[in-house]
């Protein structure tokens, strides 16, 4: 019997979201002690020390990488403040500028493409399971993300829920760096590819998900998405920015999410 069922038969409904709780602690907790301790981490924390509420008053982009990338005139981004994720790297030849920072999580991302996520020139947030493929540079952060146990951080030193995207993980980083707006761009919030969440699968030939063919292109392993737990993380996420009197809007040219207000991408340069 799966035990989410048993909990259901056998556990008063009251007491069901202290088990819940305790399992997910149970699922991250032997990683915390090398997550606090270890030198590579403790040097991540005092970045992040030094990058707390650095943007304050200020406003960001994160950068999605779905097809309406290709719609959106990311020129309009090179002054900007701006995050981007995974193999958003691909994209910088034909911009001709690079993101402020970039923000990748997922292991098998990071295992395929470890060489050129270490080459990139700018302040770089990777997960802690990341020092297997990568070490620690003067532009690299460690972060303590975990797949169990949400949350919103709003401190970026302690542990991140990951919310099933990279995306809420930047939307952490943004508050913790003491954004007033988020803007997301990008994030189209659909995948044309279907199947079981989380389920890893190898890429067959172009990639119809993302805004280049070549971005999980044939051969390249991943992850179906759970924009289930996606769209639970963003509403935690747009809770935490407004009770702090922040807002995160999204600009994304014909998006499917619809956790954030709407704004045009045009109406946001003047």
């Known amino acids: 019997m799966a035990w989410k069922t048993w909990v259901k038969r056998a556990v008063p409904e009251t007491w069901r979201p202290w088990l819940l709780r305790l399992y997910h602690t149970l699922q991250w907790l032997p990683q915390w002690p090398a997550a606090t301790f270890h030198p590579w981490r403790l040097e991540s924390k005092r970045r992040l020390a030094a990058f707390k509420d650095r943007h304050k008053g200020q406003r960001a982009f994160i950068i999605g990488n779905g097809p309406s990338l290709r719609r959106t005139d990311v020129s309009k981004l090179r002054n900007e403040i701006t995050f981007g994720l995974n193999r958003v790297y691909l994209a910088f030849p034909e911009w001709g500028f690079h993101t402020t920072y970039l923000v990748s999580v997922n292991d098998l991302v990071i295992q395929q493409c ?16 990341a020092r297997r493929w ?42 913790h760096m003491g954004f007033d707006e988020v803007i997301l761009v990008g994030v189209d919030h659909y ?17 119809p998900n993302h805004f280049l063919p070549n971005y999980f292109g044939k051969g390249f392993r991943w992850q179906l998405p759970d924009l289930a737990t996606s769209e639970m993380a963003y509403r935690m996420a747009r809770e935490a920015f407004e009770r702090a009197g922040r807002r995160v809007v999204d600009a994304t040219i014909g998006g499917k999410l619809q956790v954030f207000p709407k704004v045009a991408y045009e109406d946001l340069f003047g």
Not at 144 to 162: H, I, N, V
Not at 195 to 204: D, K, T
């Open 191 to 207: 995948f044309a590819t279907q199947g079981p969440p989380n389920q890893e699968v190898v890429s067959e030939g172009d990639d």
């Open 134 to 175: 990568i070490p620690l540079d003067e532009r690299t952060v460690f972060l303590f993300t975990t797949y169990m146990g949400p949350k919103f951080a709003t401190d970026a030193r302690g542990r991140l829920w990951e919310g099933a995207t990279v995306t809420y993980v930047a939307l952490q980083l943004a508050y």
């Open 114 to 129: 470890a060489d050129d996520l270490r080459a990139l020139p700018m302040w770089k947030f990777f997960t802690w399971r």
